[in-house]
Every structure is written in C-alpha cells, then in structure tokens.
C-alpha cells in the first residue's frame, strides 16, 4: 500500500498542497512549526477518520477558512487502487459556532459515516506522545488498543460504538437515579444492563485476542530492539472477570459484576463496571514498566508495540501498511535508532519528520528521497 499523491486544501498551515510522495522513505526536513507533522496528521485523518492531535474538527482549519480538504489516491498492491476525501463545510442550518460538516468520499462516493474510512488507508503512526501509552493513565492504553482494533476489525468499531451509546445513556439514568436518592422505580436500569453487557462481553472478547496476539509480536520486537538484553510481556487487565475466555462466560460475569456494584453505581451516579475501565499492564523481567522503567525502556516499550501492531495489521490486510514517524530518532541513541529503521520501514513507504538528517544512518539516507518542508511548501532536495 503506497500513497501516489496527497492534496491539503486550506488544512492547517496548508493553503494548498499537492505532493507526490516517494514509494519508499520519505524524510521531512525542517523546523518547528513548519507543517511536517501536519502532513502526517493528514495521513492519520484519512486512515482512522480522526486526528492524532486534535479534539475538535475547528483546530484542522487554517485560520480564516471556513471550508477544508484533505484527499489523497492510495496504490494497493492485492486490491484496487483508491481515491480517499475528508471534507469539512460549514453547516447548512444554524448550529454552534466553530461547527462544521464532515464529508467523507471513497473512490468518489460520499459515505454517511466518517468510521467507513477505517481499513482502507493502513496506517501506523509513531508520535512523541507513545510513551504516555505505557507510563500514562489507563484511558491512554484503552485509546491505543480501541485505535488499533478499529482499522483491524469494523465489527470490533461497531461493537464499541455501540458499547459506549448505551453508556452513555446508563450513566444519564444513573444520575437520575442518584438525584432521586438512589431509587430506581420500575428497575429501569435492567433494559440498559442487558445491551452493555451484550455489547460489552464482544469488546472485551475481541481485546483478549488482540492484546494475546500483540504480546507475541511485541515481545519478539523488544528482544530485536534490545539486542535480547530485555523480555517484554504486553497483559490485558480487564475489570470484568473472565470466565474461560468465551463471550457468554463474560457476559454471566459481567452481569454479576454489575449487580454487585449497583449500590456503589446508584450513589456515585456512573457505571462501575465493564471495559470501558480495562487496562494493559507492561513488564519488563518481571518489573512493571510503568513503575521501575526507566524513561528510555519506557519508550523501547512504546516502540515495540507500534512495531507489533504494523505486524498485525499487514498480516490482516495482506498488504504493507504505510508508516508516519513523527520526531522520533531524535530520542533513540544511534543503535536503537537504526534497529528501529530496520524494524519498522523495510520494504514499506514511510513518512518520517525531522529537524536535521544527522541521526538517519547513511544507507537509509542513500535510499530515501529527502524533502524541506519551510512555511508549508514542500520543496525535494537534490
């Protein structure tokens, strides 16, 4: 999978942008707040659907504009090629301000939800921030395994959309509930119990997999990433008991857990229970990365784990993904930082930012084509 052409109108720094990327490495050169990461933000938007960075659709903007364009045409290598368009307008009727419409096109055809981009351009994306997945909270690690999950499996975004919808409207009757002095008259509760559960149980079953599966290519990347001097072990915590892994054993449990915090739940007003409290636990030997890691093991952990998801991915799809490298050499001593370029850029196209080309070992700089990104121009050198 290769992308042939990226066109950014009015997005972020970017009044117009039409570039035609290298198959291979592309290394963007330049200073801070030039545009190179909004190149691979763009990326990232036309594979997840979302930004990386950004918490509202307003901040993609360039300031003054009121409309917005990212397109890109992908080559693929086991399917047909594609053309890819997210599109923000202003709204047609009154709405809040800094309020836009997201239009998303595939191959030209506008689609009803922003999520149908998930599975068609395979992305993975190192960004500096990584290393809060293994020494931040754990909404963190619930973000990087529901992120990767999407573009592995719709079903799985499906099951989660859903999971979080009646969330969200159990936690509303839970309030209701609270403020009426933790009296449920009708067991009202009971209707919404059901479908989290439901929904729930297929979450947490999909994420065993998924983090069993990760664990086993993560660990393999550590040791190449280490030199065999460290073990890596990637576990799935999840808040609702297993009960031999199948989907109805979660579901009994889960039912039970629920019942068992109803009386914690109807005075606190939120829901107790379930995956959306999950977390992933790290070690190192048989330390807890996130407690005795050393801010650099921390970041080899980070590493191994976008490296074990680009593995996943590529074997799903059959097709290699394309990978976004935000700043991230210039954190790596020079060893680590060439066992990474082997790891994660052989043989696929990659977009790697960076202030200088000093810490890119020499054959990599012979192969990749080499861009100056000043003042959202794009310029090849040489």
Known sequence: MQVT??????????????????????????GNAQGKTNILEALSIL??????????????MR????TMHIATEVHCENANDLTLDVILTPPEQPAPPASFVKTVRINTV???????LLGQLQTVGFWPDDVEVVRGEPSGRRRFTNTALCQLSPQYCFH???YRRVLEQRNRLLKIIRQRGGHDSGNSLS??????????????DRRIRF?????????????????????????????????????????????ERLIAVRSDEYVRGITLAGPHRDDLTFTLGEADARTYGSLGQQRSVALSLRVAELRLMEE?????????MDEILAELDDDRARRLVDLAMAGRQSFITSTHTRRFPHAFLQDAAVWTVEDATVEACG
């Open 5 to 30: 052409r990226l066109r950014l109108t009015n997005f972020r720094n970017y009044a117009s942008l039409d570039f035609a990327p290298s198959p291979g490495a592309n290394l963007l050169i330049g």
């Open 47 to 60: 594979s997840t659907s979302r930004s990386p960075r950004a918490g509202r659709d307003a901040e993609l």
């Open 63 to 66: 300031f003054g504009e009121d």
């Open 110 to 116: 506008k689609h009803p939800r922003a999520v149908d």
């Open 160 to 162: 989660l959309a859903q």
């Open 191 to 204: 209707a919404w119990d059901e479908q989290l559960v439901s929904y729930g149980a297929r979450v947490i």
């Open 211 to 255: 983090v069993a599966d990760l664990n086993e290519r993560a660990r393999d990347v550590h040791g190449s990433l280490t030199d065999g001097t460290e073990r890596l072990c990637v576990e799935y915590r999840p808040n609702v008991p297993l009960d031999g892994g199948t989907v109805e054993g979660i579901q009994a449990n889960f039912q």
């Open 316 to 324: 799903e799809a059959g097709e290699p993904c394309v990978v976004l």
